[in-house]
């Protein structure tokens, strides 16, 4: 199985700042490489798609990047409602996996 | 609008069974390769089972496979998941999630949309 990992598990920013969240797979998944947020209490929801792709109705502050092995979400600037957990997961080979998480919260 | 409505959550103890269900509407439930993904209290994400649009591919996570079976029933719009000799680590909100396959290569696979989630509690 491919194993993803996440740096850091555990981010404090303020509202504004710009952040940067790095995923790591265990062998090259190509850009097959997708982000989700969740929120306390509430389901997934999709970011990024294809490691760059932005989903229809997220805002263009939230970015990714990379490829083969690593990878980059990116927040250019923070607003109150991005506190929440944000996953990485591939899609490259199954099953399915997803990176352990990291939790954002305010400073 | 695209739905997803997670039944069948409750407490069953080890070795029992449990049937969720998934309510689809807003799109054609037909035409969609479906999910099943948990989350442990507390924990992070892990995928359970996938079944294509025709039912015709089916995969199961090693930690599930044998015990759980996943179905669906396009003409209700509806997906299943079939848990049986239960385990306390099988104890989770498990999510019913829409796949969008892309149609040429490089065929990009991710979860546009997903349901509230249900409570799965496997205790004595």
């Known amino acids: 199985d491919i194993q993803m990992t996440q740096s850091p598990s555990s981010l404090s920013a303020s509202v504004g700042d710009r952040v940067t969240i790095t995923c790591r797979a265990s062998?090259?998944?190509?850009?097959?490489l997708n982000w989700y947020q969740q929120k306390s209490g509430k389901a997934p929801n999709l970011l990024i798609y294809a490691a760059s792709a932005l989903q229809t109705g997220v805002p263009s502050r939230f970015s990714g990047s990379g490829s083969g092995t690593n990878f980059t979400l990116t927040i250019s600037s923070l607003q109150p409602e991005d506190f929440a957990t944000y996953f990485c997961?591939?899609?490259?080979?199954?099953?399915?996996?997803f990176g352990p998480g990291t939790k954002l919260h305010l400073k | 609008d695209v739905q997803l409505v997670e039944s069948g959550g409750g407490l069953v103890k080890p070795g029992g069974s449990l049937r969720l269900s998934c309510a689809a509407s807003g799109f054609s439930f037909n035409g969609y390769t479906m999910n099943w993904v948990r989350q442990a209290p507390g924990k992070g994400l892990e995928w359970v089972s996938s079944?294509?649009?025709?039912?015709?591919?089916?995969s199961y996570a090693d930690s599930v496979k044998g015990r759980f079976t996943i179905s669906r029933d396009n003409a209700k719009n509806s997906l299943y998941l079939q848990m049986d000799s239960l385990r306390a680590e099988d104890t989770a909100i498990y999510y019913c999630?829409?796949?969008?396959?892309?149609?040429?290569?490089?065929?990009?696979?991710?979860?546009?949309?997903w349901g509230q989630g249900t409570l799965v509690t496997v205790s004595s």
């Open positions: 062998q090259s998944i190509t850009t097959y």
């Open positions: 079944i294509s649009s025709s039912s015709s591919d089916i």
């Open positions: 997961q591939q899609s490259y080979s199954p099953p399915l996996t």
């Open positions: 999630a829409r796949v969008i396959v892309g149609a040429i290569p490089p065929r990009h696979y991710y979860s546009d949309y």
